[in-house]
């Protein structure tokens, strides 16, 4: 309905996180890949250390480590001894290479530096390109679904235009959204191949920062999507892609080489996972899988059981613009209400929202939110939800307040039982924490 | 505001006070590791608890790196807020200034600090952004100081952004103000930055001893108190390597007599208690410090002993950076662990020196990063258990190697006797948790053959 912004000269807790971060993400959705972020060195250390701390897991970046002296001269010079030492000492099968707000005003133009030299070095049989992301537009998730754009621009490059597809009708090309965690995007995966469809989803963090001890430590990504199955993708019969930032990728698809798309906004709560299922149902002609009629009678009955809980209750909510108009749906669904809604960005899926959404910070969620119950956003909000009394939940990123963070589910049936009982169980709690006071006042 | 004291500040390459024969090396494009000068900075300063620390530039700078040290507060809270200027376009095509200026005001006027720190960046670097102007207006108008610091990412690393810190509070802080009158005058301690209560630690041992701490440079300080560490009769440098400069300044300005020391291990807590009383020049002081120091080196030895026996002949290979590469080593000597690797990267040339003094001619010196060959340290040298800061906890994990965290995202204090023991505790916990052996082993359906080829 409204999109707002509380009038303030600077940040205060910012909640937006820099766009580079959301390309070194994506990459790691893909397997034996080395995001190359142009800029100085804390534009790759700081991503590196917060992705690190978030799930857990070593993550692949390198930096051009760029010094003043650099910049002002030939800041393609560090660039170029990045790539070359990069491709000699690693080998990566994808390498992206990320513009910063440093590159980005002193104005280095490494999109035609990295065509040449991809052309003087002849490099061929892998995945090079570039992505322009300055951070001050957009936040995490943009910086991933650009990224996604232009990893897809490369591979259509490499494999030509329209023409040469054979299009496999039950391959499925699944574009996830940044907002979901490495545990979602495998549930999706599941869901849509128990309609009898192979997925390749891209990227696909499921594999790769799920964990897992496979291959031991390797400089480069250990996991996601081989750059065989992304050429492969190309054939996909239809794009599913999940999350209103992931629409443009799908739309590059289709505009390219023809592959029909169809974006879910979310995949979150009943309702969402219904339209879902209910898509796949019509498109495969097969059944809904029992178990998913099953999760669904699992989930209505969790939400029953649960309602006492939710009643009268408020809920105050900061999340990048998919995540939060997910996260909003499921509340809506709750029936609780909504005190405050937050993002970090404006998009046009936000502006269509037909609640009031605030453009800002955590800061705004402590102001907008005052007497809400239950506070929800990344692990920055954890001194805010204390100064207001609300019950803090975890979501987003960052989160390194809790174990396992990254691989909880919020897609599916059984994704919104997760959260229906993570919330349920923190108003009980702080529900007994409040009679036990009162308790002892008396 | 004006700098207080026009003083020449030296034009060494890494803006050093003292110079070094190592200036900051050029990191290597594609290989570079660890954070910019800029982190540097907020590494030193944003132990000031009471400030606010605002980041003059686009939201990634602050988006990314506030609340990510484990720096802790015992009772004011602001530095741990995250304030940015948060430039748009449209703020980089017709300058940021006005919008530096409304933000101080904004800060100045809704959380009162006793002062506010504004962080460059490349972006508000490479505009030619003039914030000192800006901070000293600022400064004037509401009558709190406000303090620039310049040490945008690309100056350099993270090292010369620490010493760029100091050289801001050198400039604008040490000797603005006066202790009170009640103030009990003793020791500033440099470059101890609180991580995990490890302050608190050395703040009791010291009071034990009847030691005052006159200022924290800056692990829970507050404001007030570094405006008057210039009335301190001793520094003692807890890293060296970052504010080293800063002492020996102190030194010459107001003829504070420094000393380095660490905190990480008996011996070295003994040692640096002593240089104390010994600066301190007090008989009687010395004499407290030998019955305290002696007492508790006894206590900590009866505790110690069981851990000893199990810690005995096992080896580690320690990756952390300045003084902790030596430091650490005693540490682990006295609890029987040999160091067989040792990073070396973030070290002064005195560093090695003393990594030299503490370890046989068997140990490895890593000079430079990449956790590729850190752990081919370890294989190679039989290593039982790696010793390295978070951002190579998880690379650890992943080649099943016990690991315990050393740097600023820690959770442990290891300082002082009391941290010794605790750090014998982790060591032992780590080396002997079933996960170890349960990991190694495989599935029983693949017992046959190897799972997979390394």
Redesign the interface.
Known sequence: MTVNRRKKPASVNPMKIGQSLGAVLALQGCYRAMPLIHGSQGCSAFPKALLTRHFREPIAVQTSALQEMDVIFDANRNLEEALNLVLSKHRPDIIGIIGTELTDVAGVDYQNMLKSYKRERNLRGGLAFSVVLPDFRGSLESGFSSTVEAMIDEMIQQVGHRGQRSVNARQITLLPGSFLTPADVMELKEIISSFGFEVIALPDISTSLSGHLLTGFSPLTRGGVPLDSMLQSLQSGLTIAVGGSMERPARRLHNAIGTPYKVFEGAMGLKATDELLHFLHQISGEPVPLRYCWQRENLLDGMLDAHFQFAGMSVVAALEPDHLHSVSGWLEELGVEQKALITSFETPLIAGMKREVWVGDLDDAEVLGKGADLWISNSHGIAGAQRTGAAFMPAGFPVWNELGAYMSVSVGYRGAMEWSNKAGNLFMQREAGSRESSVRHR | MDPLRQDEFDSQACGSIAPKAKPCP??????????????GAQITLLPIMDAAH?VH????????????RGTLSSGP?LS??????????S??IFGGEK?LK??I???AGRFAPPAIFVYST??T???GEDMDAVCKEAADRIGIPVIPVNS??????KNLGNRLAGDALLQYVIGTGEPEPETDLGVNLIGEYNIAGEMWDIEKLMNSAGIAVTSRITGDARYKEITWAHRARVNMVVCSRALLGLAKEMESRYGIPYFEGSFYGAKETTYSLRQMAYLMNDREMERRVDRLTEREEARLGQELRPYRKLLRGKRAVLYTGGVKSWSVISALKELGVQVVGVGTNKSTEDDVRRIADRVGDDTEYIPEG???RI?KTVRERKADIMIAG??N???AM???IPFIDINQ?RHKAYAGYEGLLRLAKELTYSLANPIWKL?ASPAPWDKEAP??D?
Not at chain 2, 57 to 68: M, R, V, Y
Not at chain 2, 152 to 157: M, N
């Open positions: 050029r990191p290597k494009p594609g290989e570079a590791v660890g954070g910019c000068s800029f982190d605002l530039g686009p939201i990634a700078c602050a988006g990314n790196s506030w609340e990510s809270s741990q807020y995250g304030f940015a200027t948060d430039l748009t376009d703020d980089i919008k409304d933000s005001d904004y800060i490349c972006v670097a490479l505009t945008p990412g690309f100056v350099g690393s990449g956790a590729s752990i978070g951002r906890m998880y690379v992943k080649e099943q995202e990991a799972p997979y390394r």
